[in-house]
């Protein structure tokens, strides 16, 4: 059985879409023009967790922190893909778990080239 979609089956998704751009246009708006407008040396002094800061923040550090940040992310994101297949485990049968495999190959393929690249190697 072939489900064929028409244009109109997407309405209310695109209102969807038009009634949240809205909403966040509308409180942006708001609060610019509700919200006070004191400014002061204290008030737009950086704040840290209650602890002055101490030097520029523009301090450049190691690329390692947003590589195992994004590696997270990514592995992360990949592991949430397996949940809705572990649930339809039983009805996708023989293709679903090939494909599974397929997956999970891939993902270890890159989880060796990150390891021989040195990738989360601390110096």
Request: aromatic letters at 18%; charged letters at 15%; a neutral charge.
């Amino acid at each position: 059985m072939v489900f064929l979609s028409i244009p109109a089956d997407y309405f209310p998704i695109a209102i969807m879409f038009v009634v949240a751009i809205g909403f966040v246009i509308a409180t942006i708006f708001a609060t610019h023009l509700l919200g006070p407008k004191r400014k002061s040396e204290i008030k737009l002094d950086t704040f840290e967790c209650g602890i002055e800061s101490q030097d520029n923040a523009r301090l450049p550090f190691s690329i390692k922190y947003f590589l195992v940040a994004i590696l997270f992310v990514l592995f992360d994101v990949e592991v949430i893909f397996m949940y809705p297949w572990a649930v339809n485990f039983l009805k996708l049968g023989l293709t679903g778990f090939i494909e599974m495999l397929l997956f999970v190959g891939l993902l270890l393929v890159g989880f060796i080239y990150i390891i021989r690249k040195g990738a989360l190697k601390w110096e």
